[in-house]
């Protein structure tokens, strides 16, 4: 089991980072009215005498505000619901940390140092392309841009590891009883029909015109709709960053100095592919290690004898700096295919190597493009700093925007139809974002921006034209009036003729005959189990129809106005004798089905253990 965690494959850093979002050990019920209060030093949230401070409250919060705002916009506004919710979803974080913390602390839970370096270098986001290993300042970075420190981190990581061990491992071991496997079984093989009808404005016939009463009065009340919204035309000025990096280009000197300084982190270390099993007691490790020496597989006698691993028994290929060091030296001093036992913390592990990938002097010729690369992408900060001050010096001294052009090789160029609403699609992927319309909207009448930073380059504009928002002329759009009357009365029509026809069917009349009378066709579905589907229903329509009485007809809106209307038709039970392969696949689906509802029984027992005391008032709650 731990060699699978430091392993850590998949995204780890992501993973943790949301974690304590995603468990709920308790449940805390959200209410609306977020306030301000007073004193930043009281408590919040109470774990058996684990305290969190208003202050500290606050300040993650802010953090999850922040978070929300650079991702939906700086012009996005935050509503009281929103804000109430995030302000849950901390108090959530918090309490599930501090219920974990104190299970650790009384269950001594102790994860070793080494195991914990082990899994921060195994992380793909931490490390150098150039080499493939952990490099300091790259998980550094990771850490600013999530805002956290470094010890904060490791506490998350010990707390990933502990509910693998606490939670996890004990749900996954579950094993579903035979009864109930026959039982889940049963209720796959019962099938039903159901006749149906699918409703879609298309389907529908208008049988009146709009009048033209009608049409002044839409003219008058989605005047809004018709109005044509402030647009303006520009002179733009994009310089991509090629351009901008051509005088900051590493050069043949640059390359060398950094492959001097650098030529021990671009020396390839040898890697070994090291598999390994993990026991938590001696004996079964022995056991096992017999069997290996007698040449059975190594993953077929991980899986034999049960070790944590069993899985995926592998650390995989590795450096000598990534592991632990009561792995390191053993590992690296060992002969290909000869397993070991020994003793690591409180497990015992089986080791063995696969290939050695032996150590490589890098070499500069074929380390350049690289190092080209990396040096590039570090200057190109200072390089788009110094342009945007050279551009907007030399438009404050007067040039145009062509003879700023002239100085970068660069040519201007007009667009038209820009508005706040919608990016501009004919022009530089950099400038099809909002961000682009906002500056242009941020200056007057031939007035030139400053420097802009797009994603592939810097921007500069002159607006030449501001067309004013205004409403058209009524005759000017009236096909537009009529087809947005089309759209609605069809719409309307539609979801009272699905009304309508249910509720003939539930006042006693006969399904296929109200259809009928209003020029639809009743169809009925092949038999079907839980898992299968038709007319498009979700999964959750499909079993609120397999729970609805013979007689009850059910209506279910999809999008664009389109309209299910369905019932029981026919109840067909199949038996047929389960397979040990068919056994198997129920018992892990029943397994699935199950696992969430114990991950969150086991979280919950855990907190059961502690008082937890939440001030809702000091957290800004108005209730």
Excluded: C
Excluded at 357 to 365: N, R, T
Excluded at 428 to 450: A, C, K, R
Excluded at 511 to 518: D, L, P, T
Aim: charged letters at 30%.
């Amino acid at each position: 089991m731990i060699s699978k965690l430091a392993k850590a494959k998949e995204s780890w850093f992501f993973k943790i980072i949301s974690i304590a979002v995603a468990v709920s050990f308790v449940s805390l019920f959200g209410v609306t009215g977020y306030i301000n209060s007073a004193s930043q030093n009281q408590t919040v949230v109470n774990v058996s005498g684990k305290k969190t401070t208003q202050s500290e409250f606050s300040y993650r919060l802010q953090k999850e505000l922040n978070a929300l705002k650079n991702l939906a916009g700086d012009n996005f506004e935050v509503s009281d619901e929103t804000r109430t919710a995030l302000a849950d979803g901390v108090i959530r974080q918090i309490v599930n940390e501090s219920v974990m913390d104190q299970t650790m602390k009384k269950y001594n839970i102790y994860f070793p140092r080494q195991l914990i370096q082990q899994v921060i270098f195994n992380q793909p986001e931490f490390k150098n392309p150039l080499n493939g290993q952990f490099h300091p300042e790259i998980f550094k970075r990771y850490l600013s841009a999530a805002g956290i420190s470094e010890n904060d981190y490791v506490n998350m990581v010990k707390r990933m590891l502990a509910q693998r061990i606490l939670v996890t491992d004990l749900t996954e071991t579950f094993d579903i009883p035979a009864v109930l496997s026959n039982a889940v079984h049963h209720s796959d093989n019962r099938r039903k029909s159901f006749k149906y009808l699918t409703l879609s404005p298309d389907d529908i016939k208008i049988e009146r015109k709009i009048s033209e009463d009608e049409i002044k009065q839409y003219y008058e009340d989605f005047a809004e709709n018709f109005t044509v919204p402030e647009s303006r035309e520009a002179e733009v000025l994009f310089i991509p960053n090629e351009v901008i990096l051509k005088k900051y280009a590493a050069t043949d000197a640059m390359v060398e100095d950094y492959f001097k300084q650098h030529k021990s982190e671009l020396d390839r270390p040898e890697k070994r592919d090291i598999l390994q099993m993990v026991f938590m007691n001696k004996a079964d490790a022995e056991k096992a290690a017999e069997r290996l020496n007698a040449g059975t597989d190594f993953a077929q006698t991980a899986k034999e004898f049960k070790a944590e691993n069993a899985d995926e028994p592998t650390l995989g290929i590795v450096a000598q700096d990534e592991l632990a060091d009561e792995l390191a030296e053993t590992a690296f001093d060992m002969p290909l295919n000869q397993p070991k036992l020994l003793q690591v913390a409180d497990t015992w592990q089986i080791i063995s190597i696969k290939n050695i990938i032996p150590a490589k002097e890098a070499v500069l010729d074929e380390m350049k493009p690289q190092i080209i690369e990396q040096l590039n992408n570090e200057n190109l900060y200072d390089a788009l700093r110094e342009a945007r001050a050279d551009i907007d010096d030399a438009v404050n001294g007067g040039k145009t925007l062509a003879e700023v052009g002239d100085m970068l090789g660069v040519k201007p160029f007009n667009i038209s139809g820009i508005t706040e609403e919608a990016p501009i699609s004919d022009v530089n992927d950099s400038l099809q974002t909002l961000d682009f319309n906002e500056t242009v909207f941020s200056y007057g009448l031939d007035e030139i921006s400053s420097a802009e930073e797009f994603d592939d380059g810097i921007a500069v504009v002159r607006i030449t034209k501001i067309i004013d928002a205004h409403l058209p002329d009524i005759e000017d759009i009236k096909d537009k009036i009529i087809s947005l009357w089309t759209v609605q009365e069809k719409n309307a029509l539609t979801k009272e003729t699905a009304e309508n026809i249910a509720n003939d069917v539930e006042d006693g009349g006969q399904f296929v005959e109200a259809a009928k009378a209003r020029g639809f066709e009743v169809f009925r579905s092949a038999p079907i189990n839980r898992s299968e589907t038709f007319a498009d229903l979700t999964e959750a329509e499909i079993n609120e129809l397999f729970l609805a009485d013979n007689d009850s007809v059910k209506i279910f809106e999809h999008g664009n106005n389109r309209y299910v209307i369905a019932m029981p038709f026919e109840t067909v039970n199949y038996q047929d004798e389960l397979t040990e392969e068919r056994l198997k696949a129920v018992q892990e689906r029943a397994k699935r089905l199950m696992l969430s509802d114990m991950n969150k029984a086991a979280q919950d027992r855990y907190a059961e253990d502690f008082k937890i005391k939440i001030d809702y008032e000091l957290a800004g709650f108005a209730e």
